[in-house]
């Protein structure tokens, strides 16, 4: 759990108290937004949106958001608390049920807490489709041990911690929901409930039998020092790794870690498009993969945060036949912003860039365009004419999902595994742009994306052959296991 959240504090999370905004008479407000400083925030905010979001109304009509954001402006009678405000910017984003329109205009505050000092609940979770599971021990005794299924927190159900928290993060599913709850859930705790010395926690064990558990708060350092001195077994992966690997019996192993460079990557110059280390593992991987005479490939894209698709596209193109385009449908918003991030953007006609640029070049502000989309070639260099099988989980994100739904898309992989909460037709392709008071950055979606299916529903990749995630407590790679079961089967 201590790499989950803080993995999470890196991504950005915030919840939304309930109480209104303003400052109490009785005490001045030092670190306080004036109310017009506030106000202009808010309007600044939705009023962007409107010009920059490649569909702000796509899940929410337009009436209801007006009035989301009138109710969130008559809150704001007087000095507002900046950590508050920050938080109510997060209330503003997630109403639209959007992934990539979001703010991390709290995680600073977050992180200016517990960097002096203050505490959280350590518990870390995983979810069981709509379960909540622990995953570590919470504390010294023997309560809530890992396993346990919890059914309510702080006083309400899980079901009601739920709802509280969806008013305030940007997801596009209740999937998606769960997976950045289990991402970061002490800190979805310490802004539902306040600091807090414990909480009370409902469960039900591992051995059928329901019971509350006290766990005691505590600061990061120490977190960290209670989960090292009662591990719990667990696979002994790293999904940000570079690996590719013979099995035997005709099966090779490939995860390819991000479809972007890594900070070992980049160098000392921090570039943050360097693609030329990932061509290089991914001929060498290739040239093995041609060497060993595999007839099946394992590709791994479990917990990977995905990236672009010039990375991607390097794999993909050695296990077709024909040019392929990465999506069916591409459309960009050409907003006041968007389009001045881009006016300096020349690309290769023939590359999805260069075509975003020139659309965006030629269209009226605020018109939302189509970009025909390049086709992709295939890459005769040692490609792979085998079985290929693609691995998922929950934790799938971005161009992980949009890999996954493409192959099964193309007809060139079976997906396996768990159903991913990201989506593989979405609003992506994000820009920001700052507040004019409180600069919090907000990220919006410019582009609607399309998989090469054509399906538009609102889930992630459904994998072709179902594998359950790894039990909690388990060293053994259960989906991987299974999932090389399945392929022998399947010959």
């Given at each position: ?25 009785s ?7 004036t ?35 009138d ?27 959007v992934?990539?329109a ?45 396993g ?10 899980l ?56 766990v ?22 790293s ?11 005709g ?49 791994d ?55 975003i ?29 085998g079985?290929?099988w ?102």
């Amino acid at each position: 759990m201590a790499n989950r959240f803080a993995r999470n504090l890196v991504t950005a999370f915030a919840i939304l108290f309930a109480s209104p905004l303003a400052a109490q008479e009785s005490a001045p407000c030092e670190n306080c937004y004036t109310a017009e400083e506030a106000r202009e925030d808010l309007t600044t905010l939705y009023s962007r949106l409107q010009q920059e979001h490649v569909d702000l109304f796509a899940r929410r009509g337009r009436a209801e958001y007006d009035a989301h954001v009138d109710s969130l402006l008559n809150r704001i009678d007087g000095p507002v608390p900046k950590t508050d405000f920050h938080l109510m910017l997060h209330e503003a984003m997630a109403f639209g049920n959007v992934g990539h329109a979001k703010t991390e205009a709290a995680m600073g505050d977050l992180f200016a807490y517990v960097g002096e000092g203050g505490t959280i609940i350590p518990l870390s979770v995983t979810y069981r489709d709509s379960a909540m599971v622990t995953d570590q021990w919470a504390g010294e005794g023997d309560n809530l041990p890992p396993g346990s299924r919890i059914t309510g927190l702080g006083g309400i159900s899980l079901a009601e911690f739920e709802s509280r928290v969806r008013s305030i993060i940007s997801a596009d599913s209740d999937r998606l929901l769960r997976s950045q709850i289990e991402l970061g859930l002490p800190a979805y705790l310490y802004f539902v409930f306040g600091p807090r010395e414990s909480l009370a926690i409902e469960y039900i064990g591992p051995d059928g039998q329901p019971a509350t558990a006290s766990v005691s708060a505590m600061g990061l350092g120490e977190m960290y020092a209670m989960q090292a001195a009662r591990p719990v077994s667990a696979p002994d992966r790293s999904s940000g790794a570079r690996i590719h690997r013979d099995l035997g019996e005709g099966i090779y192993y490939l995860q390819p870690g991000p479809f972007s460079a890594t900070e070992e990557e980049r160098g000392e110059d921090g570039e943050t498009y360097t693609i030329a280390p990932f061509r290089a593992f991914v001929e060498e991987a290739f040239t093995a993969i041609s060497a060993s005479g595999a007839t099946d490939l394992v590709i791994d894209l479990r917990d990977n945060g995905g990236g672009d698709a010039s990375f991607s596209d390097l794999i993909v193109a050695r296990l077709v036949e024909e040019p392929y385009r990465y999506a069916s449908r591409y459309e960009v918003r050409a907003g006041p912003n968007t389009k001045a991030a881009w006016a300096d953007r020349e690309g290769d006609a023939n590359t999805l860039a260069g075509r975003i640029a020139a659309a965006l070049a030629s269209a009226d502000d605020g018109q939302v365009v189509s970009v025909d989309l390049p086709l992709t070639q295939p890459i005769a260099d040692n490609a792979f004419d085998g079985r290929v099988w693609v691995l998922v989980n929950q934790h799938s994100y971005s161009n992980a999902a949009v890999v996954a739904a493409l192959m099964q898309d193309l007809g060139i992989a079976t997906v396996v595994g768990e159903e991913t909460a990201d989506l593989p037709t979405t609003y992506g392709a994000v820009e920001t742009f700052a507040l004019p008071n409180s600069g919090a950055v907000i990220t919006y979606p410019k582009a609607y994306m399309v998989r090469p299916s054509g399906d538009q529903s609102t889930r992630g990749v459904v994998p072709d052959f179902v594998i359950a995630p790894n039990p909690v407590g388990s060293a053994e790679d259960v989906m991987l296991e299974t999932a090389l079961v399945q392929i022998r089967t399947a010959r």
